[in-house]
């Protein structure tokens, strides 16, 4: 996609993270779960106010996958102690990546994907890793195909309901020494 871009999001775009947030989950998750359930877990996690604090931790990073002037995916990552579960403190969480199902196929999530691994390698992490849930079994493939592996599972509240995350994991290169 040539005209594709990924850049950082700031805090000043935090409505447009929003939006792009809720609509990207909604699309992902909203036929496998209850309207209830979907409608607490938008209110309480994608609300301004949290998203607002998820921007300004300087330990979390937001990025657009902008095309033209339209974004159409984002990711966040997450450093230190930013990480939802601390197993190494140098490697590198990606909480987040989605895309609008209207540009899926377009290899957007590659891109947003690549970054990921560059900004891991940028800080020497020994490695990236990531929650999926366990019914995404397209995304399960998707990270598969990239080289992550199972080490453990988690739990997921969304809304009353506790769902299973797998947790996964993509060792990086060591640097050599210079």
């Known amino acids: ?10 805090t000043a775009e935090v409505e447009l ?13 909203g036929a496998d779960n209850t309207p209830e359930n979907m409608k607490h877990y938008l209110q309480e996690n ?11 931790n300087p330990d979390s990073e937001f990025f657009f996958a902008m095309l033209k002037t339209q974004p159409v995916g984002y990711m966040k990552l ?18 987040r990546i989605y895309v609008l199902k209207s540009h899926q196929g377009r290899q957007i999530g590659q891109m947003l994907f690549s970054r990921a691994v560059e900004a891991a390698k940028e800080v020497k992490a020994p490695f990236l890793w990531l929650g999926v849930w366990e019914h995404n079994t397209k995304a399960i493939g998707f990270y ?18 506790k769902q299973i995350d797998i947790l996964m994991r993509l060792d990086l290169p060591i640097p050599k020494a210079q």
């Open 17 to 29: 993270l929003q939006q792009l947030a809720r609509q990207t989950f909604q699309e992902s998750f």
């Open 46 to 56: 994608l609300s301004l106010v949290k998203l607002s604090a998820e921007m300004s």
């Open 144 to 161: 598969q195909k990239n080289g992550f592996v199972q080490f453990d599972t988690h739990p997921f509240m969304l809304g009353n309901e």
């Open 1 to 10: 996609m040539d005209n594709l871009l990924i850049v950082p999001a700031i």
């Open 78 to 95: 997450n450093y230190k102690t930013a990480q939802s579960e601390l197993f190494n403190s140098r490697a590198v969480e990606l909480e």
